[in-house]
T-cell receptor, first 116, second 111 residues
Framework: AQKVTQAQTEISVVEKEDVTLDCVYE???????LFWYKQPPSGELVFLIR??????QNEISGRYSWNFQKSTSSFNFTITASQVVDSAVYFC?????????????FGSGTKLNVKP | NAGVTQTPKFRILKIGQSMTLQCAQD?????MYWYRQDPGMGLKLIYY???????DKGEVPNGYNVSRSTTEDFPLRLELAAPSQTSVYFC??????????FGQGTRLTVV
């Protein structure tokens, strides 16, 4: 079974629309960490956010916001007023606290196309 | 601060050739990883290391080998390259409970 599921393979929106990228994870650990990365067309992986399992507060950073809900094992990412520069593949990832070692599990990614 | 440095950035190999992908980090991170990313897909863990002298297999280790003689370096060896190993390879490092810091990637084509 996949530990991280990103069911949306590809999403297309028009600039200025809001868009939410879904992430569902699976773990038996009580201590774990969740991440979002952005991979623009240039190919590098850009870290966006890290969340630990004890902090369920939502976070906002400019046009980006994240909604962490342990009850549904979800860590969704919303981009408000999307821009063409947001076009990228976005990956959600999970790491479990195994003897203090981070073993990262990545979802398959959601490709976001923002059209002008 | 260089972070995670991978070399080369691009490489074309012929079937059956061998090569080593280099990875170095200057952040004194204990943990290092090698991932591969096939076209349109997510990242799959090949090998990882929790410290110098300690390595272990990830999800897709077949056809690869690693070593970790120093904290800084984590080379990935491909023996007898096959077309199925055509991919983008990412090296990453982390410290306990941190995010993974990624290199720029190596695009490998096996023909």
């Amino acid at each position: 079974a996949q530990k991280v599921t990103q069911a949306q393979t590809e999403i297309s929106v028009v600039e200025k629309e809001d868009v939410t990228l879904d992430c569902v994870y699976e773990t038996r650990d009580t201590t774990y960490y969740l991440f979002w990365y952005k991979q623009p067309p240039s190919g590098e992986l850009v870290f966006l956010i890290r969340r630990n399992s004890f902090d369920e507060q939502n976070e906002i950073s400019g046009r980006y916001s994240w909604n962490f809900q342990k009850s549904t094992s979800s860590f969704n990412f919303t981009i408000t007023a999307s821009q063409v520069v947001d076009s990228a593949v976005y990956f959600c990832a999970l790491s479990e606290d195994l003897y203090n070692f981070n073993k990262f599990y990545f979802g398959s990614g959601t490709k976001l196309n923002v059209k002008p | 601060n260089a972070g995670v440095t991978q070399t080369p950035k691009f490489r074309i190999l012929k079937i059956g050739q061998s090569m080593t992908l280099q990875c170095a980090q200057d952040m004194n991170h204990n943990y290092m990883y090698w991932y591969r990313q096939d076209p349109g897909m997510g990242l799959k863990l090949i090998y990882y290391s929790v410290g110098a002298g300690i390595t272990d297999k990830g999800e897709v280790p077949n056809g690869y080998n690693v070593s970790r003689s120093t904290t800084e370096d984590f080379p990935l060896r491909l023996e007898l390259a096959a077309p199925s190993q055509t991919s983008v390879y990412f090296c990453a490092s982390s410290y306990s409970k941190s995010e993974a810091f990624f290199g720029q990637g190596t695009r490998l084509t096996v023909v």
